[in-house]
């Protein structure tokens, strides 16, 4: 479960390579980060500043050296540039133990009230700190926007009457956010530290040791012999992929490196193999049991167990893939493409290694999460059980191992092992930056009552509808979503926006949910395109094409957060049977509008048919009970008339091959 575009990306591989102490020194740095989350997940978290300041401060020191890695690629460093980080590493260091060595201070004796000359000094330190790792990480516009964060809390009195708040000056607000429990160590630091980390860590670790290999077989042989095969395993497999590693730019260039040149060589236009291939990538963080980093955030905002969000994304998730699906089986039988062949399809038993491999952590780590353990106690268990499993497989019993075979093989395994946790922790150090930032912008929105400003302006101006407000949520998220990552993207809008909802008695849930999944989905608009560019380099298409076709796959999923507020049963919110109901419609009308989208049913349709298709599918998930009945008549007249056109077509087609 990666985050998303992140410009700082270190490999086991380069560390192999590179032989300086530097990039050892990384190495190493990153294996003890790893050791410390892994340590605490299995025996619990430390006092909550501890651990949070602990998993800040390796961040910010992975990320200074990762940085100056990749500029070292670019050309000759100036030693001004070595100063500086060193300095950043120390000072990151030397205030993570202050911290610690402050705690009784801080947390027993409520020192954090009455904070001292040295914590203010320190906040303004720490402060910069954050803002130049998230600089490194992804560029400037996210630091200028925490910088915005900060400005309004300094400049309360002079903003506008309708947005203006008392201010703070710098030295409280330094204060602020270094040592009170709602600043930088805040909670969601500590989801990144308690829950996100170990779970990232568990991803790496299954990449590394064969579930990419093992989600792709899968794939083939579930839906290898379906209609569209080729496109459908892109689908299957991004839809897994995405669930351990949450990264559509990386889902994209992992899966994409084979089922787009299987697509093209099966006769699916390039752009559209590309964007079928973007599109599902992009599903990952929403499709549970695992899901995104902002899963486990918008638990701990919402005060629910994770379990719940991932039980309300699972009909919408599905109904995303399904409406994949269609597009590529409407796609596929209007080009007469074939189907994969015997020979493609993997067998079960010559891969049930690699199978076991992936199927019994998940299977542990859904058991447990089902169970009510903690998100953070299951994620361990399935890391070890991953790692014990792999050894088992590597060391079971044949006749041609001999000694030294052995010890190969036990190097080789180690190595793999600890390619996992490294690059596990670097993209661990990648998201603490991010969350950290994210926490700087909660925290000032907290002090400062802005959410509350904007919900009494919204009443003052009288918006009493609820659509004007999901569209300009849905707009921002996608806009905020293009430059930044998934979990920062999420948690602006959200502070943001979630309080406007407050008079439309919408669910909590159902609207974290709704800006969540178009933070996920806004790689595949413009300007950023990020999972499409990687699709189209692959698939040797252009990126404008690429993009179009991306966003026609996924259309529904662009739908399906507006139906789900709409009909909150959609999250099983009203029980089992409520949620299936609704996921039988939302499959009707997902039928009905790919059709549409492709423009074929059983023979081409005409402009009036595509769009009484689409009039029946927005009908079908209405929330009123006659417009669902009127949506199914009318989806049955569409569909039939569309059928009667294929036979028609059909039977001119066969009598002129007969004259």
Same mark, same amino acid.
């Given at each position: 479960?990666?985050?998303? !575009?992140? =410009?700082?990306?270190?490999?086991?591989?380069?560390?192999?390579?590179?032989?300086?102490?530097?990039?050892?020194? &990384?190495?190493?740095?990153?294996?003890?980060?790893?050791?410390?989350?892994?340590?605490?997940?299995?025996?619990?978290?430390?006092?909550?500043?501890?651990?949070?300041?602990?998993?800040?401060?390796?961040?910010?020191?992975?990320?200074? *050296?990762?940085?100056?890695?990749?500029?070292?690629?670019?050309?000759?460093?100036?030693?001004?540039?070595?100063?500086? !980080?060193?300095?950043?590493?120390?000072?990151?260091?030397?205030?993570?133990?202050?911290?610690?060595?402050?705690?009784?201070?801080?947390?027993?004796?409520?020192?954090?009230?009455?904070?001292?000359?040295?914590?203010?000094?320190?906040?303004?330190? *720490?402060?910069?700190?954050?803002l130049d790792a998230s600089?490194?990480?992804?560029?400037?516009?996210?630091?200028?926007?925490?910088?915005?964060?900060?400005?309004?809390?300094?400049?309360?009195?002079?903003?506008?009457?309708?947005?203006?708040?008392?201010?703070?000056?710098?030295?409280?607000?330094a204060a602020f956010l270094?040592?009170?429990?709602?600043?930088?160590?805040?909670?969601?630091?500590?989801?990144?530290?308690?829950?996100?980390?170990?779970?990232?860590?568990?991803?790496?670790?299954?990449?590394?040791?064969?579930?990419?290999?093992?989600? =792709?077989?899968?794939?083939? *042989?579930?839906?290898?012999?379906?209609?569209?095969?080729?496109?459908?395993?892109?689908?299957?497999?991004?839809?897994?992929?995405?669930?351990?590693?949450?990264?559509?730019?990386?889902?994209?260039?992992?899966?994409?490196? &084979?089922?787009?040149?299987?697509?093209?060589?099966?006769?699916?236009?390039?752009?559209?193999?590309?964007?079928?291939?973007?599109?599902?990538?992009?599903?990952?963080?929403?499709?549970?049991?695992?899901?995104?980093?902002?899963? &486990?955030?918008?638990?701990?905002?919402?005060?629910?167990?994770?379990?719940?969000?991932?039980?309300?994304?699972?009909?919408?998730?599905?109904?995303?893939?399904?409406?994949?699906?269609?597009? +590529?089986?409407?796609?596929?039988?209007?080009?007469?493409?074939?189907?994969?062949?015997?020979?493609?399809?993997?067998?079960?038993?010559?891969?049930?290694?690699?199978?076991?491999?992936?199927?019994?952590?998940?299977?542990?780590?859904?058991?447990?999460?089902? *169970?009510?353990?903690?998100?953070?106690?299951?994620?361990?268990?399935?890391?070890?059980?991953?790692?014990?499993?792999?050894?088992?497989?590597?060391?079971?019993?044949?006749?041609? !191992?001999?000694?030294?075979?052995l010890r190969a093989s036990?190097?080789?395994?180690?190595?793999?092992?600890?390619?996992?946790?490294?690059?596990?922790?670097?993209? +661990?150090?990648?998201?603490?930056?991010?969350?950290?930032?994210?926490?700087?912008? +909660?925290?000032?929105?907290?002090?400062?009552?802005?959410?509350?400003?904007?919900?009494?302006?919204?009443?003052?101006?009288?918006?009493?509808?609820?659509?004007?407000? =999901?569209?300009?949520?849905?707009?921002?998220?996608?806009?905020?979503?293009?430059?930044?990552?998934?979990?920062?993207?999420?948690?602006?809008?959200?502070?943001?926006?979630?309080?406007?909802?407050?008079?439309?008695?919408?669910?909590?849930?159902?609207?974290?949910?709704?800006?969540?999944?178009?933070?996920?989905?806004?790689?595949?608009?413009?300007?950023?395109?990020?999972?499409?560019?990687?699709?189209?380099?692959?698939?040797?298409?252009?990126?404008?094409?690429?993009?179009?076709?991306?966003?026609?796959?996924?259309?529904?999923?662009?739908?399906?957060? &507006?139906?789900?507020?709409?009909?909150?049963?959609?999250?099983?919110?009203?029980?089992?049977?409520?949620?299936?109901?609704?996921?039988?419609?939302?499959?009707?009308?997902?039928?009905?509008?790919?059709?549409?989208?492709?423009?074929?049913?059983?023979?081409?349709?005409?402009?009036?048919?595509?769009?009484?298709?689409?009039?029946?599918?927005?009908?079908?998930?209405?929330?009123?009970?006659?417009?669902?009945?009127?949506?199914?008549?009318?989806? +049955?007249?569409?569909?039939?008339?569309?059928?009667?056109?294929?036979?028609?077509?059909?039977?001119?087609?066969?009598?002129?091959?007969?004259?």
């Amino acid at each position: 479960m990666a985050t998303d !575009d992140v =410009l700082i990306e270190v490999t086991a591989d380069e560390l192999r390579k590179d032989r300086r102490i530097w990039v050892a020194g &990384f190495g190493v740095i990153a294996l003890a980060y790893a050791a410390f989350q892994i340590y605490t997940a299995a025996l619990g978290p430390y006092i909550a500043l501890v651990q949070r300041a602990v998993h800040v401060c390796f961040a910010l020191v992975l990320c200074t *050296m990762a940085y100056r890695m990749k500029k070292e690629k670019e050309g000759l460093q100036p030693w001004w540039a070595y100063a500086s !980080d060193a300095a950043s590493v120390v000072a990151s260091i030397g205030i993570t133990a202050y911290l610690v060595m402050s705690v009784d201070r801080l947390i027993l004796h409520v020192g954090f009230t009455s904070p001292t000359d040295t914590d203010i000094v320190l906040g303004f330190v *720490m402060t910069f700190l954050i803002l130049d790792a998230s600089r490194k990480v992804v560029g400037w516009m996210f630091s200028w926007i925490i910088v915005g964060f900060i400005a309004y809390a300094l400049l309360g009195p002079w903003m506008p009457d309708a947005l203006s708040h008392g201010g703070y000056s710098p030295d409280e607000l330094a204060a602020f956010l270094l040592v009170n429990p709602q600043g930088i160590y805040g909670q969601i630091t500590g989801t990144s530290a308690n829950v996100i980390a170990i779970y990232v860590l568990f991803g790496a670790v299954m990449l590394q040791t064969g579930a990419a290999k093992a989600f =792709l077989n899968i794939a083939l *042989m579930v839906a290898g012999r379906f209609t569209g095969g080729g496109a459908q395993v892109a689908v299957v497999a991004s839809a897994m992929m995405g669930t351990v590693n949450g990264s559509a730019v990386a889902n994209a260039a992992t899966v994409g490196a &084979f089922t787009i040149p299987m697509m093209v060589k099966r006769g699916y236009p390039r752009s559209f193999a590309g964007g079928v291939e973007s599109a599902a990538s992009s599903g990952g963080q929403i499709t549970p049991p695992v899901m995104g980093a902002g899963a &486990f955030i918008m638990a701990e905002i919402l005060g629910i167990p994770y379990f719940q969000i991932a039980k309300m994304a699972a009909v919408p998730a599905l109904l995303f893939y399904v409406g994949i699906m269609m597009v +590529v089986y409407f796609e596929a039988k209007k080009n007469k493409l074939a189907r994969l062949t015997a020979a493609d399809i993997p067998r079960w038993r010559d891969y049930w290694p690699e199978l076991f491999m992936l199927l019994g952590p998940t299977a542990v780590l859904v058991a447990l999460i089902v *169970m009510m353990f903690t998100p953070r106690y299951a994620a361990f268990w399935a890391l070890a059980l991953n790692v014990g499993v792999f050894y088992a497989l590597v060391f079971r019993p044949r006749k041609s !191992d001999d000694a030294p075979t052995l010890r190969a093989s036990l190097k080789q395994s180690n190595a793999t092992i600890l390619s996992g946790l490294i690059e596990g922790a670097s993209t +661990v150090a990648t998201l603490a930056v991010l969350v950290a930032g994210a926490q700087i912008m +909660v925290g000032t929105l907290g002090i400062t009552g802005l959410p509350l400003k904007l919900s009494q302006l919204v009443l003052s101006l009288g918006i009493t509808h609820l659509f004007p407000l =999901l569209v300009a949520a849905m707009l921002i998220a996608c806009i905020l979503g293009g430059p930044l990552p998934t979990v920062p993207s999420y948690l602006i809008t959200a502070a943001v926006i979630v309080p406007l909802f407050a008079s439309f008695k919408v669910p909590a849930p159902a609207i974290h949910l709704f800006i969540f999944y178009y933070a996920c989905f806004s790689g595949l608009t413009p300007p950023v395109f990020g999972p499409v560019y990687s699709s189209a380099i692959f698939a040797g298409a252009g990126l404008w094409e690429t993009a179009w076709e991306s966003i026609k796959c996924s259309f529904i999923g662009f739908l399906v957060p &507006f139906v789900f507020v709409y009909n909150p049963e959609m999250l099983g919110v009203a029980g089992l049977g409520s949620a299936l109901e609704v996921l039988g419609l939302g499959a009707v009308a997902t039928l009905l509008a790919s059709s549409a989208i492709v423009g074929f049913w059983s023979t081409r349709l005409s402009l009036l048919q595509r769009t009484l298709l689409l009039v029946a599918a927005a009908l079908i998930i209405a929330p009123d009970a006659m417009l669902r009945i009127a949506g199914v008549a009318l989806g +049955v007249v569409a569909g039939g008339w569309a059928w009667f056109s294929g036979r028609h077509a059909a039977s001119v087609a066969g009598g002129a091959l007969r004259s």
